[in-house]
Structure formats: structure tokens, C-alpha cells
């Protein structure tokens, strides 16, 4: 089962060949597929659902999205939020960092395990890396609380291949196919499975950008994506109102 927001819903993972329906795919369904081929080794079943839906809150992710896990039973839940809650300059941390434990130990009270994610540094990444400090302290916090709990992290934020802009989508918040390919694998490594280890390695530096082509960049993506984000805050809005989530139920994956 995952839980989450954006991310896990699969934002920009428009792979031609792993979307359905129209939706983005994303990294937890390329883990599904992964511990799908790994089951079917072993003669066992798999089954799998994505309750994640974009601009959820923590509260969202581990309140009725948790509720809604738990009550199929998993053997493992990846939990990932927050990240929408600490781009929020008021952000309470110790108060999210409360919340997602005992979420956490919810669900391991269940004898199923869970999978956690630190942010990623956004120490390259323009306006959001403002938001460093409060990130970091959610990546120490999501630490701890695995230890204490006995969960599983992938750690984004030592990902440095993910510091590399060929990895974002234009909007420059979610990741592109080769992103969240990437975070699959290193899931997968995270929970004990071997894992190409490509996932790891950045890439070949990119040629130069002139300080005027930046600068054209930089307001292209205020005006395309910056805007209407601070205008759907100011009105109360949110990029899933009405949304539902993808993979409700669980269902086999196609290993392949």
C-alpha cells in the first residue's frame, strides 16, 4: 500500500509505457513492479494499491489515506509526506514529526513494515531552497523515527544525482521518469532487495546555460508554475480538490 501526495501519486512520470488511463505512474508503482517480479520468483502472490493523491497535507496522508491501508491488511506501507506541509513558512516540524510517528507505529503495531523517504536538498533549486532548514530537520526527524520504529528510509536526501535538473519536470517540483526511476530502485535497495546500482551514479555534466538563458528560464517557470500555485494558496484551493486516488484497491502488477 502507499500513502502520500504528489510524489507517490507519480507526478511527471508520463513513461508512455507504464501509464494507464491517462495517469502518471511514478515511483512506488515501479517498486510494485519490482517486488512483483521478486514475489512471483518466489511462487507468491502480490497485490498492490496507491492511495496517494498531489497537494495532500501530512494530516491527509496519514488520516483517511492510512485508514483506508490498514483496513486491507498490508504487509508493507510506504508512508511519504510533509513535503506540501513544510513549504509552508509556519511550518509546526515537531508537530508533523509527532503525527507521522504515530503513523508509523500504527502501522507496525499491525506487524506490517514501513517505508519512509527523506526529502530531497533543495540546496540548487530556485525560491524552494528556502525551505533547506525545515527540510533538513524532516530528514533527521524521518530518521529517528525509523530507528525507533524499525522502518525502512530512502534516503533522497543523499541522492546526489537528484541535485541535477534533468531529473525535475519543467515545473521543477516533481521528478521526470528517469527521477523516480531512480527512487525506485533506491526503495528497492532500502528494503534489502539488490538493485542496479545506476540509481546512484549522476550524470554526464550538462553543457553550460548562459546567465541570460537562466534568467528567461527562471521567469518562464514563475509565471507557468510559481503563480498559480501562490494563487491557489491564497484562495484555498489545492491541486487534488476532487481528485481521487488511482489505485484504490489492491490489484496484481504486471511484473514486466
Known sequence: MAVGDSFTEGMCDDDPALVHDGEFAGWADRLAAHLSQITQGAGAGFGYANLAVRGRKLADVVGPQLDDALALSPDLVSIVGGGNDILRPKADLDALAAELERAVARVRATGADVLMATPVDPADAPLVKAT???????????????QRHGAHVV??????????????????????????????????????????DDWQTPLDPAPPIGRREALQANAQWAREYVGPWVHRRLTGRSSGDDRRAKRPDVTPVDPT
Open 132 to 146: 533547506r532548514g525545515r527540510a533538513a530537520v524532516h530528514s533527521a526527524n524521518v530518521w529517528s523515527i525509523a
Open 155 to 196: 534516503d533522497q536526501w543523499g541522492m546526489r544525482a537528484l541535485r541535477d535538473w534533468r531529473m525535475w519536470s519543467e515545473d521543477r517540483i516533481h521528478m521526470t521518469s528517469e527521477g523516480h526511476r531512480r527512487v525506485s530502485l533506491a526503495a528497492l535497495a532500502a528494503l534489502g532487495h539488490p538493485a542496479a
